[in-house]
Every structure is written in structure tokens, then in C-alpha cells.
């Protein structure tokens, strides 16, 4: 980010705070479409700010629960560009769902009694409704290959059943080429035993391959390369089908600035620590190894000599957990200083524990293509949440 703009949101909003650059998304998801070329899906909770914005780029949108699904209402994003999706699908919302006629555009299904809901949801208010079966990566989440057989012979004839495809998620942050290769190799051989045993053709894999993102300053990858060689794996898969790649972190986590001022410093048995008005409940770069990999940042005003000394950069909460960054070089640390930490814009304001210790959840500031800026979210108190909110019986 631009040194004047950083002096200017400062001078205008109070730390600690985030911002989305709204052109930086932009520009980032017209990159990976260029490399990619297949559809997106944004997995909305990565960032739920941003919605609105990237709308027109964004050809789906998964929701996992009833909070995101409202805030996609209440943003007015097309219905027809949901995937509903979840481990947990409150019963009384699905036949809520079902029962308006909401053009929905696809419901997930992660276990036999979804199916049994949604299907009797869709018989009981004849309504046509499109499927996605969610493969298990051997966890809690979705089918095994059996149900998954079961589901689209018993979906055969149906009226009220659109069976779509398949969904899969493993993981985050998958670095490893070698892993994703895997990964589509065993989408592949499953796709074609699907169509083998029960004669179904798949018309569309919604696969999430957890792209990653580079977040620390020790890791410098070539990601075009990493794209081409993962696109190419997509293209030269046997089972030819429509690909949808469901992504959070790699569409979201450039375009996010978090802004933490210095509010002490101090040396403690010979070890210097830097206080912040921020922390850890804001700020979640995964991978960080105990805080020890320093990522991506800016220091505001910019140190005018290199005479660098090692600091902890520590958060204000009671834990000794709260440490952002461990040994960073920096020149003549002191307070009022500013940290601008990057990549910050996939799970850093929706994953954080933020009711710890009753702190305040940051401001929200959205910088437009033209470099105007405003607030799109005020701080908001915590300590009401943690409170009981009557007087009790
Ligand atoms: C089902 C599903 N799809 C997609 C994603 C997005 O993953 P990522 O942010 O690594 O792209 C997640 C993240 O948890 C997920 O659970």
C-alpha cells in the first residue's frame, strides 16, 4: 500500500483496523481466471466484506451456515449463484429454502439424512432442486463412495432431483504440487467408476484444492508455474467434465491490509517487546510456526536507517500466545509506530478467537479502483456479547 494513503486512512480512522483494496481483488481474480480457466466459486467465509464487490467476477458463492446465508440476503447476491453447503444444515431453514421457491442454485449434500431432508423438502413443494455430493476426504465431512453410488441410483427418476455432481475439499493451503496431483488423480478414477457402476454421467466436479498463499517473507514462489502445472493436471484428466474450482484464501488474502499501532515497548530480560493495540484475534496467517515465520509488512512511517534490533511484536491479549511476530528486524521501534501487515484479506476477521478479553472487532475500510476509501464496517464492541444481555430469571 501506498505510504500516503496508509498517512491518510490513519488520519481518519483509529487502529486497529483492515482494509480491502477492492482493485487488487479484481485484478487477482481476473488472474486466476486467465491461468486457471475454469469457473469460481468463492467460499464466502473467507471474507464476507467483499461480496458485493467481486459479484460480477465470481460465477458461484458457497455458504456454510445460516449467518452467511443471511448475509448473502442481505447483500441481495442472486440466489441462483449459491451453493448451499455445510456439515450442518438446520432442518427448518432447508424446508424453509425449498418451500419460498428460491432459485437456489445448488445444495450440497454431506450425509444420507441431508439427502432424506432435502429430498422429501423437494417432493412435499414439487420443487426441482440441483444437487452436488460431497466426496469424503476421510473426515467428519461428506459421503463415502458407496452412499454416493446409492444416492444417484435412488435419485434416478426423480423429478424433484437434479443430481449435478460432485464436491470435494481436503484442505488448505496445499503447496505441494505432488499432493494436488494426487488429488485429482484419485477425482478422476472416481468419476470414472461413478459412470462405470451406476451409468451416470457427471456433468460438473466442484473440486476446492486449497491453493495457497505465499504469506511469509521466506517463501517466494513461482505461483504462475504452480498454476500452469495445476491447470494442465485439470485439462489431462480422463473423465471429462465441467470444472468448478471452489476457492477462499486464494482469491481473497491479497487484497487485505491489517493496520496495529505500538502502544509500549519494553525490554524484558533482555529480550525486547513491542505492545500492539491488535493481536492474534485479528490477525491469523496460517502456518506462522508459533509466530516464529515473519510475514509480509510495512512499517509506517518508513525507518529512516537500517540499524535494525530484534523485536516480539506482542498483542493485548492475557496470553502469552499473543505474539504476531517473533525476532523481527526493524530500526528504532517506538510508539505511535504502525504495523501494516498483508495478505490479510481470507479468514484473518472471520477465523480469529475476537471475543477474547472483550476487545473491540476492528473497522472495516474498503478501498475503491479509484483510490477513494470509505468505512464499510465501525469497530464493534464485544464487551455486549459478553455480558448477559438481560437480568435474568
Ligand atoms: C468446503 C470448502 N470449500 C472451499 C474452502 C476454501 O478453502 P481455501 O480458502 O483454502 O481456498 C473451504 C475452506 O475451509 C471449504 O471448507
Not at 503447496?175 to 451416470?200: N, Q
Not at 470509505?374 to 437480568?391: F, H, Q, W, Y
Request: glycine residues 6%; negative net charge.
Amino acid at each position: 500500500m501506498k505510504k500516503r494513503m496508509i498517512g491518510e486512512l490513519l488520519q481518519n480512522y483509529g487502529t486497529p483496523f483492515y482494509v480491502f483494496d477492492i482493485g487488487i481483488l479484481k485484478e487477482r481474480i481476473a488472474y486466476l481466471r486467465k491461468h486457471l480457466k475454469v469457473d469460481l466459486c468463492y467460499a464466502i467465509k473467507a471474507n464476507t466484506f467483499i461480496l458485493k464487490e467481486i459479484n460480477d467476477h465470481i460465477d458461484r458463492f458457497e455458504v456454510c451456515s445460516e449467518g452467511e446465508l443471511s448475509i448473502c440476503e442481505h447483500m441481495q447476491l442472486p440466489m441462483s449463484k449459491l451453493v448451499i453447503s455445510g456439515v450442518h444444515k438446520n432442518p427448518k431453514i432447508m424446508r424453509q429454502l425449498i418451500e419460498r421457491k428460491e432459485n437456489i442454485g445448488i445444495y450440497t449434500i454431506e450425509s444420507m439424512n441431508q439427502y432424506v431432508l432435502l429430498k422429501e423438502a423437494a417432493k412435499q413443494n414439487h420443487c426441482l432442486i440441483r444437487l452436488l455430493l460431497r466426496l469424503t476426504s476421510g473426515n467428519q465431512f461428506g459421503l463415502n463412495e458407496e452412499e454416493i453410488y446409492g444416492i444417484i441410483q435412488d435419485a434416478v427418476g426423480n423429478p424433484y432431483i437434479e443430481i449435478k455432481g460432485i464436491q470435494y475439499f481436503s484442505g488448505t493451503q496445499k503447496h505441494s504440487l505432488k499432493k494436488l496431483k494426487r488429488e485429482v488423480s484419485y477425482l478422476d478414477e472416481f468419476l470414472i467408476s461413478v459412470s462405470d457402476k451406476t451409468g451416470f454421467s457427471i456433468q460438473e466436479l466442484e473440486f476446492g484444492p486449497g491453493l495457497p498463499v505465499s504469506y511469509f517473507e521466506s517463501e517466494e514462489e513461482d505461483e504462475e508455474s504452480f498454476l500452469h502445472e495445476f491447470s494442465k493436471m485439470l485439462e489431462s484428466m480422463t473423465y471429462k467434465t465441467h470444472v468448478v474450482l471452489e476457492l477462499g484464501r486464494s482469491i481473497a488474502a491479497c487484497c487485505g491490509y491489517y493496520l496495529t499501532k505500538v502502544v509500549d515497548v519494553k525490554v524484558n530480560k533482555h529480550q525486547r517487546y513491542a505492545i500492539v493495540d491488535g493481536g492474534i484475534h485479528h490477525l491469523v496467517y496460517y502456518g506462522a510456526s508459533m509466530a516464529m515465520k515473519h510475514p509480509k509488512y510495512e512499517i509506517y512511517p518508513a525507518r529512516k536507517h537500517a540499524d535494525a534490533q530484534s523485536w516480539n511484536i506482542c498483542g493485548s491479549l492475557c496470553t502469552v500466545n499473543d505474539i504476531l511476530v517473533k525476532q523481527l528486524m526493524v530500526a528504532d521501534l517506538s510508539c505511535d509506530d504502525v504495523l501494516v501487515f498483508k495478505n490479510t484479506g481470507a479468514y484473518c476477521m472471520t477465523e480469529g478467537i475476537s471475543l477474547f478479553l472483550s476487545h473491540n472487532l476492528p473497522t472495516v475500510i474498503k478501498v475503491e479502483e479509484d483510490g477513494s476509501f470509505c468505512r464499510i464496517r465501525e469497530a464493534v464492541r464485544t464487551d455486549l456479547i459478553n455480558m448477559p444481555s438481560g437480568k435474568g430469571e
